[in-house]
């Protein structure tokens, strides 16, 4: 089964079945999916879309990117939206807060030139200290993790702008909860830099006319991912529990028996 989804209206839609966990079984296909922005489906993606059984819809973004793109409403389906950028970090870029009047054609980045986010801040400083942030005492990810363990919530598809940083760290603390390798997790992650590819390059030529070098290099840090950003997490959470499983005890509930029963639920 090719993991990558191609419809018409997203970059970066994937199911993230199949990986390997450390004992040798396999995460089962159709529970989990992971995307970028939803509101450019096409009416044969939505066609396709339905067709997934996707029953969870949960949205990372904030109030602005949220209105700005909506998330499609599919009936069956819930949709939940907790933004997975406290409001301290968010005030960091910038944006404007309401998107009643935004061009919802225009890409975030673009929102991002405008507001001269590029001029005032290093995109790769603040990635290292968002991803650092992003895994502990998030209500983000702690609902996120409680909605998982109930089957009637399944297939899942979690979502952000991008489907890169939010969504990316959002797939690993579910694979790390199901027991994939922390290896396997950061090939997940950087599979982004592939099915991203062709989108951000065609990005990057339309504004390389309107901003200097220094702010393209800046704005290519932004699109892409990294190792150590992702190596950020993982750091993180030993750094504040000690261990993986301690994290998830403390972090959200999910003790060595939860976790056993997610698994027995999600793996094959």
Do not use: W
Request: charged letters at 25%.
């Amino acid at each position: 089964m090719n993991r990558v989804i191609p419809f018409e209206g997203t970059n970066n839609f994937r199911d993230v079945g199949g990986y390997l966990t450390a004992n040798g079984r396999k995460v089962k296909h159709g529970l989990f999916f992971r995307s970028d922005e939803l509101t450019g489906l096409s009416e044969q993606d939505l066609v396709s879309f339905r067709a997934l059984n996707i029953k969870t819809i949960f949205d990372y973004r904030d109030d602005y990117e949220a209105q700005k793109k909506p998330d499609p409403v599919f009936a069956g389906a819930k949709n939940i939206r907790i933004s997975a950028i406290k409001a301290d970090q968010a005030s960091q870029i910038n944006m404007p807060g309401n998107a009643e009047h935004a061009d919802r054609k225009t890409h975030i980045i673009v929102d991002m030139v405008k507001n001269g986010f590029f001029k005032q801040f290093r995109a790769d400083t603040m990635m290292m200290e968002l991803y650092t942030k992003l895994p502990i005492d998030n209500p983000s990810y702690k609902r996120l993790m409680e909605i998982i363990q109930h089957s009637d919530n399944l297939g899942l598809l979690h979502h952000c702008t991008a489907g890169k940083d939010r969504t990316g760290v959002g797939s690993a603390l579910i694979l790390l909860a199901l027991g994939v390798p922390e290896e396997t997790v950061m090939e997940d992650y950087l599979l982004t830099n592939t099915t991203m590819k062709a989108f951000n390059g065609k990005l990057l030529t339309q504004l390389a006319e309107h901003v200097d070098e220094v702010e393209l290099q800046n704005i290519e840090h932004m699109l892409g991912v990294k190792e150590e950003f992702m190596e950020a997490v993982f750091g993180s959470i030993k750094k504040t529990y000690g261990n993986v499983d301690t994290y998830f005890a403390e972090e959200f509930g999910l003790t060595m028996k939860n976790r056993e029963t997610l698994q027995n639920m999600c793996l094959e």
